[in-house]
């Protein structure tokens, strides 16, 4: 789950700068055409907000693909590196993209990711802890896996998603600020006060987090399409194989950062439902397990 993870906290991170320039040109310097002294202009308020939501969103999803950290095999120096190479290359050729950029990250939990703006420029990464505890079969399904998300163009269209969640926040956490700024605070100008910029950046925080549960629902549904890419390049029973591989163990702790979480192709377990389940990235192992055995590439 490490794609996600990464790729929100930096969008929230770009929405929060973003939050805060826009209050400054509007607070200081009049910036924005979205204040009057009778409030706020809406449709204006609508356009700003759409603009820097998707740019938040885009940047976010270009950057990310140089802050995972990985190492970027550039010649291969060992017979597993040239096999990662080739399996990828071969998988690539399947789903007609192109080639991405093969790596490897450091953590001893069984992980990978992929990410990228473009399917035809990507990184495909696994972990040094993937090598070492799954066997090439396992390795292989995981690798198709990572090129489903790749070829479906999950990130673009999680990055499109995103963009219009983040301007519904921007939007609505505007409404809020000036309703606490002109009715708390009782600013009559037309220029709006401190108590619009601080409820707007809270609001952007708070609403941010809400809506993140949508961008989570379309992250749990990928899951399954790129499993099934999985089941395709490699077999449905590797890929069955790689994802029980997956589960926690005592000898095998989870030790993936949280803010990389969201990213890798393993997430963990928690059965039933909770509110706490309404943010997970990834649906269950055994859900996605159980949805494999009743899948049948062939069909397809």
Not at 8 to 31: D, E, H, K, P
Not at 93 to 106: L, T
Request: with cysteine; hydrophobic share 50%; charged share 15%.
């Amino acid at each position: 789950m490490m794609r996600i993870g990464l790729f929100l906290l930096t969008n929230l991170a770009v929405i929060v700068v973003f939050s805060i320039v826009f209050g400054i040109l509007s607070r200081f310097f009049g910036i924005g055409g979205v204040h009057s002294a009778g409030g706020l202009n809406y449709i204006s308020l609508a356009v700003m907000c759409g603009i820097y939501g998707m740019v938040g969103s885009m940047v976010s999803l270009f950057i990310s693909k140089w802050m995972a950290g990985t190492v970027v095999i550039e010649s291969p120096r060992t017979a597993t590196e040239q096999w990662l190479i080739d399996t990828v290359a071969k998988q690539a050729r399947a789903v007609n993209i192109g080639m991405p950029e093969v790596g490897i990250f450091n953590n001893s939990q069984p992980n990978a990711f992929a990410t990228g703006w473009n399917k035809n420029k990507a990184l495909v990464a696994v972990s040094s802890g993937l090598l070492q505890n799954m066997n090439q079969d396992e390795v292989e399904a995981v690798l198709a896996h990572e090129i489903g998300h790749v070829a479906n163009g999950d990130m673009v269209t999680l990055a499109l998603m995103q963009g219009v969640v983040n301007a519904f926040v921007m939007f609505f956490a505007r409404i809020v600020g000036s309703f606490v700024d002109r009715t708390v605070f009782k600013n009559t100008s037309d220029r709006p006060g401190i108590g619009y910029f601080i409820t707007s950046m809270v609001m952007d925080i708070l609403l941010g987090f809400l809506a993140s549960a949508i961008v989570m629902w379309f992250s749990r549904l990928r899951e399954f399409r790129a499993d099934q890419m999985g089941a395709k390049l490699a077999s449905r029973e590797k890929m069955i194989s790689a994802l029980d591989a997956l589960r926690p163990s005592a000898q095998r702790p989870d030790q993936m950062p949280e803010n990389m979480k969201a990213f890798a192709i393993s997430s963990g377990q928690s059965q039933g439902f909770s509110i706490a389940n309404l943010f997970r990235s990834h649906p269950t192992l055994d859900d996605r397990i159980a949805a494999l055995r009743e899948y049948n590439p062939n069909q397809d």
